[in-house]
């Protein structure tokens, strides 16, 4: 009967939305397009936390070796900006912006990069495009949440009615259990 709130497969009337929240991202937080999970990109990083930059960098190279995402790219830019390389951070930044323009932290390695060559008009228009994505990208997250709620407010009301509606049959049930119950036992007296 309470297919919908136990998950059975006979139907009860309410419709079952496919509805969930999606996962948000840290504020600010916009994803690469082609997420890297590789070992390289972890080895990197734990590498890259404890400022052992050179590894880093190694790491991040026998990455993009394999499979070169801009996930990689744009971590090996910030590995080399760290060493003070700027000029090899910006090709790697470009890289990456190659590889997935509409990814906002592309555009901040870009901008470090050319804050660090000392190119501050660049930079800044880098920073504000990265800025720009990134808030778009709030924006969208945000419409995209409203939607969400939404749906998820219409399938709580489904089953909110239909909850109501097996209640109202289940008193009716107990009514006529009761009914029941009361003409057996007439019939029980009298048959004593």
């Not at 690469?32 to 972890?42: G, I, L, M, T």
């Not at 993009?64 to 000029?87: C, D, H, M, W």
């Amino acid at each position: 009967m309470m297919n919908w709130l136990w998950g059975g497969s006979d139907t009860d009337g309410s419709e079952q939305l496919p509805v969930g929240l999606s996962k948000l991202h840290r504020s600010g937080r916009n994803v690469p397009a082609d997420e890297d999970d590789s070992a390289y990109k972890d080895e990197g990083n734990k590498c890259f936390n404890r400022k052992d930059y050179e590894t880093a960098i190694y790491h991040y190279t026998q990455g993009i070796a394999v499979k070169p995402t801009a996930t990689l790219y744009s971590n090996r830019s910030a590995a080399y900006s760290e060493l003070g390389q700027f000029q090899k951070a910006l090709a790697d930044a470009e890289e990456a912006e190659k590889l997935d323009p509409l990814w906002a932290k592309v555009y901040s390695r870009k901008g470090k990069a050319d804050y660090g060559l000392k190119q501050y008009k660049r930079a800044a228009d880098d920073f504000a495009r990265g800025l720009s994505l990134s808030m778009q990208r709030a924006a969208e997250e945000s419409v995209k949440r409203d939607k969400e709620i939404e749906a998820l407010k219409k399938q709580s009301q489904s089953h909110t009615e239909a909850y109501w509606k097996l209640l109202d049959e289940n008193k009716q049930l107990q009514r006529q259990l009761d009914d029941y119950r009361v003409m057996f036992d007439d019939w029980a007296k009298k048959q004593i």
